[in-house]
């Protein structure tokens, strides 16, 4: 059974049952179960759920250690660029524990995070910084843009033996949806299509999944069928599912909210030129945030962030057609 | 120079200036507050507030000499209106404007007027505290006297940055003096929740002594005991005596922030967390008996340094001052998006 439920409350309805499920799982980070009243500390009791100080490094390390230790923890880590502050855990021990002792131990940790707040936060707090953790083996990296993705991902992390970066969008938190009762699993490495079509592949992730959405609804109406796909896990990486996309539209559209250079999109990009360079009858175009950090006022903050327009203008561009009427 | 006060170096004009800069903080942040009801929209992202910390901000600040320095956190409108920065450029910011105080780059959390050594802001707890000691170590070289204030508050306590930032400080001898601003809550989390002083019942103060420097703890809504203690710790530091801890108990009497939501939810200022999260609403009320502004105006008037309508004079200057700002921010233009790319590199 699945009913409406918003981003955030299946990302929590997802953490919960895993604490029912597993004793093993603590739940702990800033500014979390700060009265008896919190749900998750009266269910599960303070061993398992405690507020930390503002204190990253060691939030994580204690993650990491805890992990070692023989617990399942998911640290609340509030704002991705908080991560920032911890960044030596996040990427140069714990992916590396298991490597480096010959597959001794495991790291089963969820970094959790929101990203990409861009409503006026302005250059510290806006950042979609997801791309600077994907190049790293033994880390993992999910970006749900559904609220159905929410649960289902976080369930996932939670389950997987390694440490995973859990990115939720700050602008789709709100956002309703359906979403399966009871133990729900979303794979990691599998790739949805969000929309079938023909002509042309549009990959997004997290917000700019319904910007692309919206793109191709415009383009249907031009009589262009646009395919749309959410990769879901940036590490792992469906790529299988793109490549086969691009065989059949022949032609790519990347939506990233990141900067251009060393992004999802552009590692998405050399991939496909790697693998699939034979599919396509046009350059593959990439819409993504300018080249800047994340300005306060509205005005620049739009412009430099991918919209509908750019999108559809890229489709455009690649199929090397000014939009055509619909019949 | 008369001291009316005890206090070496307040004459007459210089406490009704104190009491005056506290007033306009006041008054700014009201006005900063009732945007929100007033022009909805105008204010994005998150805006914080310095009200119930003037006294801290306005003594703290009165130590300083011209070419002195200073860095703060996101909490950030009430230092540059007492170092003389436009309220008008400031609103503006806050308002995002291209008239505003950094041209709507960085809106309220990153307010900096470096031609009156406001040196910037971090967003990011604790991160402006390292920043800070750096440009200590800028004025130690230089040689001509300089010190700098770093302000911070009691969550940034517990960051490496701030740790590390007092070792090489101690270390060094830098002229720095780490003005903490302990107001009991980071975001919705107690203090005594989330530090082992705290905790223990001791003054957070006492974490100066794992750096071997001096460490005191100050009412700061006393902006004569503020400046006693800072004025200390500045003069030490400008003698080469090194860097001091002063730990400033205040109490912020707006929330945190405003409420935190995505676009197309109306954003307000929520009641504090005293209340919200706590329902310790007497101790939020007995902070509001105990308001800096109201009581150093006591103060001054019961020792008749100000009379009362000089006091109310003052006042409705602030309140005329700040409606301007609101003025002057709502009419200005909004940014060019093209400039969005502007800045980038130097």
Known sequence: ?327 | MTDTNGVEGLDRDRLVWMWTQMVRVREFEERVKRTFEEHPGVIRGHTHLADGAEASIVGSLATLRPGDQLMTTYRCHGYPLVLGTSPKAMMAEIYGKAAGLCGGYGGSMHLTDVSRGFLGTSGIVGQGIPQATGAAYAAQIRRQGQVVLCFFGDGATKQGAFHESLNIASLWKLPIVYVLENNNYNVVTRVEQEDANAAAGEPLAVKARAHSMPGVTVDGGDPLAVYGEVGAAVARARDGGGPTLVESKVYRLSAHGNSIAPPGVPLHFPEHEAITTFGATEEYEAAKRGDPVPRFRAKLVTDTTLSPAEADRITEAARTEMQEAVEFGLESELPKPEDAVKYVYA
Request: overall charge negative.
């Open chain 1, 1 to 327: 059974m699945a009913r409406e439920l918003p981003y955030i409350a299946a990302i929590n309805e997802a953490i919960r049952l895993e604490m029912q499920r597993d004793e093993s799982v603590l739940y702990f980070g800033q500014n979390i179960a700060t009265t008896k009243n919190d749900p998750f500390l009266q269910e599960f009791g303070s061993d398992r759920v405690r507020v930390t100080p503002i204190s990253e490094t060691a939030e994580i390390g204690m993650g990491i250690g805890a992990a070692l230790a023989g617990y399942r923890p998911v640290v609340e880590l509030y704002m991705a660029e908080f991560m920032l502050v911890g960044m030596d855990q996040v990427v140069n021990e714990a992916p590396r524990f298991r490597y480096m002792t010959g597959g001794q131990v495991r790291v089963p940790l969820v970094m959790k995070a929101g990203y990409g707040f861009t409503a006026g936060w302005a250059g510290q707090h806006t950042g979609s910084i997801y791309g600077m953790f994907m190049g790293v083996p033994g880390l993992k990296v999910a970006l749900p843009a559904t609220p159905a993705d929410a649960k289902g991902l976080m369930a996932t992390a939670i389950r997987d033996d390694n440490p995973v970066c859990y990115f939720q969008h700050y602008l789709l938190l709100l956002d309703h949806g359906e979403v399966p009762e009871g133990e729900y699993l979303v794979p990691f490495g599998q790739a949805a299509v969000r929309r079938a079509g023909t002509d042309v592949t549009i990959v997004g992730t997290g917000w700019t999944v319904g910007r692309a959405l919206a793109a191709a609804e415009r383009l249907a109406g031009e009589g262009v069928s646009a395919e749309v796909i959410d990769p879901r896990t940036l590490e792992p990486l469906d790529t299988a599912t793109i490549l086969e996309s691009v065989a059949k539209t022949g032609h790519l559209v990347l939506v990233d909210q990141a900067t251009l250079h060393a992004s999802a999109s552009a590692v998405i990009a050399a991939e496909v030129a790697d693998a699939g360079f034979s599919y396509l009858k046009a350059p593959i175009r990439q819409v993504t945030a300018l080249d800047a950090t994340i300005p306060y006022s509205r005005p620049m903050e739009e412009y430099v962030l991918p919209n509908e327009d750019k999108i559809v203008a890229a489709v455009h561009q690649v199929l090397g057609s000014a939009p055509v009427a619909a019949t």
